[in-house]
């Protein structure tokens, strides 16, 4: 497998050091992500469902109006909302109207409390998620959780601070051209290959793969 020094100074070339430091995630430690309380895990995952398909400037300016709407994402109220509470939002401009999308949050907040119930709270249950588990977490995610399919869940994680790699298109095409990986990574046996060639890269170097991620993306056009 290619060292990951060559795809580094690949993707240096192209952007320069100082760019490329500046597009690395933030990547929190287990102490940091169980200090986050489950509204903000609430809020940030709605967020990414809302953005998803939409121009992210605009949904973040009508995030402080979906705070409102759904109390602060406080997981118990959210989750006790009824069905007729939900439809009601549709009339609200302040909003974006998706019927969809708004019914995933009272849902995704009733996974929570139930994640909440066995682990004492969702922060602790994603903060000693084990770091090489993490197409388990992505599953994991998929299963538990409303509109967290496909490469939603690593996004939202992203977001969160939880240490993740994104199967991006350009993380895919720059897999390819380096000859780390043949073809997309599909299906659990494939992206959890995908999964080893990232951890390969994390123990040759120690970065996090949140930030491998980024570099491998930016070493290619």
């Not at 973040?60 to 007729?84: I, L, Q, T, Y």
């Not at 249950?125 to 409303?146: G, Q």
Request: net charge positive; proline share 4%.
């Amino acid at each position: 497998m290619v060292m990951f020094s060559q795809i580094r100074k690949a993707a240096e070339k192209r952007l320069g050091a100082a760019a490329l430091a500046q597009r690395l995630p933030q990547v929190k430690s287990p102490a940091q992500l169980k200090r986050m309380g489950d509204d903000r895990y609430l809020s940030l995952m709605s967020l990414r469902i809302f953005r998803a398909g939409l121009r992210h400037d605009m949904v973040d300016a009508k995030w402080p109006a979906f705070e409102k709407a759904f109390f602060g994402f406080d997981p118990r109220r959210v989750g006790a909302m009824s069905e007729e509470a939900v439809e009601k939002l549709m009339g609200d401009a302040r909003l974006i109207r998706h019927l969809g999308k708004l019914r995933s949050v009272p849902a995704n907040a009733a996974a929570m409390c139930d994640i909440a119930t066995e682990h004492g709270s969702f922060a602790e249950w994603l903060a000693d998620w084990p770091a090489a588990e993490t197409v388990k977490l992505w599953d994991a995610l998929a299963r538990r959780f409303t509109q967290l399919g496909g490469n939603s869940g690593a996004y939202f994680l992203r977001m969160a601070g939880k240490d993740t790699f994104i199967l991006t298109p350009s993380v895919v095409t720059a897999l390819n051209q380096w000859g780390a990986f043949a073809g997309e990574p599909k299906g659990k046996a494939a992206r959890e290959e995908a999964q080893a060639i990232f951890h390969g890269w994390a123990a040759e170097t120690g970065l996090p793969l949140a930030h491998l991620s980024m570099i491998l993306a930016a070493s290619v056009d």
